[in-house]
């Protein structure tokens, strides 16, 4: 399963999805919509992930670790994971249905 994991794994959604997270961060003001900018960048993602739901989730968590880093609490870490795991689900959600 690790090996499929790492030979399937693709950075361009990454990339991405953890660009958009981290400028919409940055640039907008503080405040509860840097939750939404999380979502946003991993529904991006997701959206862009040929692969299966299972590594849109993993993209999403990683985004999520990514963008956790900005903040700097311990707090932030395990809620901006799960709302990384729920944008890339919406996104991935959304790519398969059109």
Do not use: C, R
């Amino acid at each position: 399963m690790a090996d499929e994991i790492v030979n399937n794994f693709e950075f361009k959604p990454v990339a991405i999805g953890a660009a958009v997270s981290i400028i919409l961060i940055l640039l907008l003001p503080m405040g509860i919509l840097h939750l939404f900018w999380v979502i946003i960048g991993s529904a991006i993602a997701g959206y862009l992930t040929a692969n299966s739901t299972k590594f849109a989730l993993i993209y999403g968590a990683i985004i999520g670790i990514v963008s956790s880093f900005l903040m700097l609490t311990v707090f932030t870490i395990p809620i901006y994971i799960i709302l990384g795991l729920f944008g890339a689900f919406i996104g991935k959600t959304i790519q398969s249905n059109l």
